[in-house]
C-alpha cells in the first residue's frame, strides 16, 4: 500500500525555537498536503504543493517538495503555544480520498 | 458561514449495537468524506460521497456504510459494533480544489 512515514514521531521545544519535520513515501507523489490537528479538532490544510522542489510560504510556515517527488519537509520558525497540536503530511489520491501520515506531535514549552 | 457539523460529539455504545453518525456540510459543498482516527492506525479514509454517489471507499469491513442526502448532508453507519470500533469518527467536506474542511468530529466509545 501507500505508506507515509513522519519524523519525528514527537517534539518537544522551547518557545522561540524552529522547528523542522519531515514526511517520506516509497512511491512518488504529485501531491504533499500539510494539515494541523489542534486538541478536540479536526485538521486544518497548511500548506499544500504540486511540484518537486517547490517551496511555499504560508505565515511563518514553510514546506517543500522534494526533488525526488518522494519526500517534503515543513518548517515552522520562532515557534509559539499556539503551535502545539499534531502535524501531518497526506497524499490525495483519486478524488478526495487522501492518504495520511502518522503524524508529528509538536509540543511547545512557554 | 458556518464549518461542517457533526452530531453527536461524544456517544458511548456496547458491542453489538449499532450507531448512526451524521455530518452536515458546509453549505455549498457537495463532496463529502469521512476518516476513522485511533492512536493506533491514525488517520484512515473510510468513503466519500459526492452527489448522493459513493465514488470512492476505503478497506472497512462491510459493517461500516454510509450514504449522502439530497441536500448533502451525510450519515455513516456501523452496525454489530466492537471494540476496535472506538475512534474519533471525521467528517469532512469540499467545495473544488484541494482543501478539505474537516469537522470536530464524532468520539465514538464501544464497551
Known amino acids: 500500500g501507500q505508506q507515509l512515514n513522519q519524523s519525528p514521531q514527537s517534539m518537544f521545544i522551547q518557545e522561540g525555537e524552529d522547528v523542522s519535520m519531515n514526511c517520506t513515501s516509497s512511491s512518488i507523489f504529485n501531491t504533499w498536503l500539510w494539515y494541523k490537528q489542534d486538541p478536540g479538532e479536526g485538521p486544518v490544510l497548511l500548506i499544500a504543493?504540486?511540484?518537486?522542489?517547490e517551496l511555499t510560504s504560508n505565515g511563518r510556515l514553510t514546506a517543500q517538495f522534494g526533488i525526488t517527488r518522494k519526500d517534503s519537509f515543513l518548517n515552522i520558525s520562532a515557534s509559539i503555544p499556539s503551535d502545539v497540536g499534531i502535524y501531518f503530511c497526506?497524499?490525495?489520491?483519486?478524488?478526495?480520498?487522501?492518504?495520511f501520515g502518522p503524524g508529528t506531535s509538536l509540543s511547545v514549552i512557554p | 458561514k458556518a464549518g461542517v457539523t457533526q452530531t453527536p460529539r461524544y456517544l458511548i455504545k456496547t458491542r453489538g449495537q449499532q450507531v448512526t453518525l451524521s455530518c452536515s456540510p458546509i453549505s455549498g459543498h457537495r463532496s463529502v468524506s469521512w476518516y476513522q482516527q485511533t492512536p493506533g492506525q491514525g488517520l484512515q479514509f473510510l468513503f466519500e460521497?459526492?452527489?448522493?454517489?459513493?465514488?470512492n471507499k476505503g478497506n472497512f469491513p462491510g459493517r461500516f456504510s454510509g450514504r449522502q442526502f439530497s441536500n448533502s448532508r451525510s450519515e455513516m453507519n456501523v452496525s454489530t459494533l466492537e471494540l476496535g470500533d472506538s475512534a474519533l469518527y471525521l467528517c469532512?467536506?469540499?467545495?473544488?480544489?484541494?482543501?478539505?474542511?474537516f469537522g470536530p468530529g464524532t468520539r465514538l466509545t464501544v464497551l
Open positions: 497526506g497524499k490525495k489520491t483519486s478524488y478526495d480520498k487522501v492518504i
Open positions: 504543493l504540486y511540484k518537486a522542489g
Open positions: 469532512a467536506s469540499r467545495l473544488s480544489g484541494d482543501e478539505q474542511f
Open positions: 460521497y459526492f452527489s448522493e454517489t459513493q465514488r
